[in-house]
């Protein structure tokens, strides 16, 4: 039978309907036909559901540096430029997705790859400079790299830049386009970078075993599985939670959202300690619920409680790598799921919990439908200034897969931050777990919010954390606390502290007249569109005063 997978491919579209029909038959789901190599003769292969959105994305915005992903690796110790070069040009020859370009045949976007060829980068010189002038430059270089657009057309679509500091520093600067490339991608570039780069240094052959597929491959199965029956079922799903009115999440901001968004972002930050991520621990698993899901429950809540939102929508990204074949490959392969929860005040916190559970099992066993594809089904009203059916993004990001690959890692090996701050969406908000604690980071649009209000929601989100931890996850969503001291004493005692010193000799009718004959002519009540000076207003009572005698 596993003969008759690996030559699936080589039919024609009828044929191969009908030899599914028969696998399916003998109960073997589509969805278990294994990805094979694809024909390359036409070089018109698709691009999958999620490069399809960016590339059309780019058509809307040329030159877009909001799906750039920079990378800047500091080398301490000896540099052999010659066996950095090889490692490249293996690199490339390695993942065809490396050397894609896109292209249009008949209307449709088409990738384009281009045959292997030797890699070569610039090495520009900073030794020259004194040690602070040389990191500053250093510091502009890579945020003048990552903000350089992409030609979707051209390529490369990833960018090599070497940078000496010194004899024995240099700085590699690396930039890849989404379309191409995720996160799990770049932990597979850095481990076979340095496993390459330790070989070729020794004058030895490459470790690296043959991949057996390509991400072109990937596309090819993603169209000719998603469709029909298989589509149906899991759309449905979809449709059924995410149909009617969704809503819009209206989070209190500092500036109006403009009509075309910049996407320039900052970032706020907080740490939660890791006796109270142990108690989280502890309720996830009275719960039978991971982290991710008693994180989110915590974000929903704050988002209720800022909103007043019942109805709360949250996107989040998963790998998406759901089949063994693409494991070790370069590629976008990340979705990112749509989590709608009804959040209602009098819920328990460990209710929510079950509820984000039971929403968050139901998107990951629906999770081959591309986003792309959901709002295609869907037709939400669209807008330049608005993500599609969700408004803020939460993620969990673990330092453990990071962490088992260190000791392949190149030595003297240290990522540094690029500086190139952007927002795509108007809050997202991530926790990373390492050692034990957790850090949060809300990175925010700062179009739309200020520093001072970002401050205060990651204070929120850390001290309702803690109340959760405190309390067992026992407590009302509406109860719990997120308030400071200083907060508290704001809201419930300096802003109620409205009592005034009034004249005692005088009614509030003569009051009145009083302010009349000093400011006639300003406004003194505002009723939709209509406006009325006391004057105005003055004289309106007098003559309904006179008509009541």
Same mark, same amino acid.
């Given at each position: ?160 830049? #070497?940078? &000496?500091?010194?004899?024995? *520093?240099? %700085? =590699?600067?690396? $930039? ?6 995720? @996160? ?118 704050? #988002?209720? &409680?800022?909103?007043?939102? *019942?109805? %709360? =929508?949250?996107? $989040? ?6 089949? @063994? ?120 649009? &700062? ?103």
């Amino acid at each position: 039978m596993m003969d008759i997978h690996k030559h699936l491919s080589k039919f024609s579209p009828d044929k191969r309907k009908l030899l599914e029909a028969i696998l399916k038959k003998e109960g073997l789901k589509t969805s278990q036909l294994p990805i094979v190599p694809c024909d390359r003769k036409s070089n018109h292969i698709p691009l999958s559901y999620a490069q399809q959105r960016l590339w059309f994305i780019d058509q809307l915005e040329p030159h877009n540096t909001l799906y750039n992903i920079p990378l800047a690796i500091r080398l301490s110790g000896h540099l052999n430029i010659e066996a950095l070069a090889a490692t490249f040009t293996t690199l490339f020859a390695r993942h065809e997705v490396l050397r894609t370009t896109f292209a249009t045949h008949e209307g449709q976007p088409v990738q384009v790859i281009s045959p292997p060829a030797p890699v070569s980068f610039p090495l520009e010189d900073l030794s020259g400079l004194s040690p602070d002038a040389r990191e500053h430059e250093a510091q502009r270089l890579a945020r003048e790299e990552a903000s350089l657009p992409f030609d979707l057309s051209q390529g490369p679509l990833l960018r090599v830049r #070497l940078l &000496r500091l010194a004899a024995d *520093e240099y %700085v =590699v600067l690396l $930039t890849m386009h989404h379309i191409i490339s995720d @996160g799990w991608s770049l932990d597979i570039l850095s481990q076979e970078v340095a496993a390459l780069y330790e070989a070729y240094v020794r004058g030895e052959a490459s470790p690296l075993p043959e991949l057996p597929i390509q991400y072109a491959d990937y596309a090819v199965w993603q169209r000719e599985y998603l469709q029909g029956e298989v589509l149906e079922q899991q759309m449905q799903y979809w449709r059924t939670q995410l149909g009617g009115q969704l809503p819009t999440l209206e989070l209190p901001t500092d500036h109006p959202a403009p009509t075309t968004p910049s996407h320039r972002g900052a970032r706020q930050s907080f740490v939660l300690a890791a006796d109270t991520v142990e108690r989280l621990r502890a309720l996830c698993r009275s719960e039978g619920a991971t982290l991710f899901m008693v994180l989110l429950a915590a974000f929903k809540t704050l #988002l209720y &409680r800022y909103t007043g939102e *019942e109805d %709360v =929508v949250v996107g $989040t990204p998963i790998a998406g790598r759901t089949r @063994g074949e693409v494991e070790g490959l370069i590629g976008f392969f990340v979705n990112t799921l749509v989590l709608r929860t009804e959040v209602r005040g009098e819920l328990s916190f460990r209710e929510l919990i079950r509820r984000v559970r039971e929403v968050c099992l139901g998107a990951y066993a629906h999770q081959d439908v591309p986003f792309e594809k959901i709002v295609e089904e869907l037709q939400p009203e669209r807008s330049l200034s608005r993500t599609p059916l969700f408004q803020v993004m939460f993620v969990l990001q673990s330092e453990g897969k990071r962490a088992e690959s260190e000791g392949e890692e190149m030595p003297g090996r240290e990522r540094i931050g690029v500086g190139n701050e952007t927002a795509r969406f108007d809050l997202t908000v991530t926790m990373v777990e390492a050692g034990g604690e957790l850090r949060g980071v809300l990175r925010y649009k &700062r179009d739309v919010y200020s520093a001072a209000q970002m401050g205060r929601m990651a204070e929120h989100l850390r001290r309702m954390l803690e109340a959760v931890a405190e309390g067992g996850g026992e407590q009302r969503l509406r109860e719990l606390e997120m308030l400071s001291a200083a907060e508290r004493r704001e809201v419930v005692i300096e802003f109620n502290e409205t009592a005034r010193a009034y004249e005692s000799e005088s009614c509030l009718h003569e009051m009145f007249e009083a302010q009349v004959a000093r400011t006639p002519e300003a406004v003194a009540v505002v009723s939709e569109a209509e406006e009325i000076s006391y004057q105005e207003l003055n004289a309106r009572a007098n003559q309904l005063a006179h008509y009541l005698q």
